[in-house]
């Protein structure tokens, strides 16, 4: 079969066509390649100042377990025998029993340094961000505990699945280099 101007048109069509893809391409690599770059200089972090401790922090993560996870500010904390950040509001005794504690998975270490202080530490790899003991220290405490992003477990999703539930828009993009936004001095367990 010979080329006719029709089969030209064809031919010219598709190479044009090809050419549009590659272009396409192209515009979409350099996007994605763009895209992952920005998403490389942020990560996703709470505003300790803003969060309300409305339990999302627990749930609506896309990992089984969240990657947000609660930090002490040893600078900040009173160091009380009654925490209310460690006790229920009513505790039977104020020892470790778990019937005492206000966490719901014992991740809050506690150890007597001298009368009358104590000083309390987090498990992170118990702790599931119920924010529970944040607002018992906020409640009556200095508000040493607080909710952070953890970037040792975080994935750094394009939209942050908290941060779109989150009801008093807590979480904000900050730079990958200075990842946290820590209260006082001495915080730890990030
Ligand atoms: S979703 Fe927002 S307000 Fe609720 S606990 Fe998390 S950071 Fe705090
Ligand atoms: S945020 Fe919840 S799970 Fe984490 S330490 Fe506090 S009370 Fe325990
Ligand atoms: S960015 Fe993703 S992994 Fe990180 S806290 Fe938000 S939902 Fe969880």
């Not at 893809?21 to 994605?32: D, I, N, Q, R």
């Not at 941060?163 to 367990?189: M, V």
């Amino acid at each position: 079969m010979t080329d006719g101007p029709h089969s030209l048109n064809r031919r010219e069509l598709l190479k044009s066509g090809v050419r549009g893809a590659g272009l396409l391409g192209f515009g979409s690599a350099a996007g994605f390649l763009a895209g992952r770059e920005a998403k490389a200089a942020t990560r996703w972090q709470i505003n300790p100042n803003q969060c309300i401790q409305c339990g999302r922090c627990a749930t609506e993560c896309v990992l089984e377990v969240s990657a947000v996870k609660c930090v002490h500010s040893y600078g900040m904390c009173g160091y009380c025998k009654l925490c209310t950040g460690y006790f229920e509001p009513e505790p039977i005794n104020l020892d470790e029993g778990a019937e005492n504690q206000l966490c719901p998975t014992g991740a809050i270490g506690r150890k007597f340094i001298e009368d009358p202080y104590y000083e309390y530490s987090i498990n992170k790899d118990l702790c599931v961000a119920c924010g529970k003991c944040v607002k018992g220290c906020n409640m009556f405490g200095n508000g040493s505990l607080y909710l952070q992003v953890s970037h040792d477990r975080c994935l750094n999703c394009n939209i942050c699945a908290i941060a779109t539930a989150c009801p008093a828009q807590a979480f904000r993009q900050i730079p990958a280099t200075k990842p946290y936004l820590l209260r006082g001095k001495g915080a730890a367990g990030t």
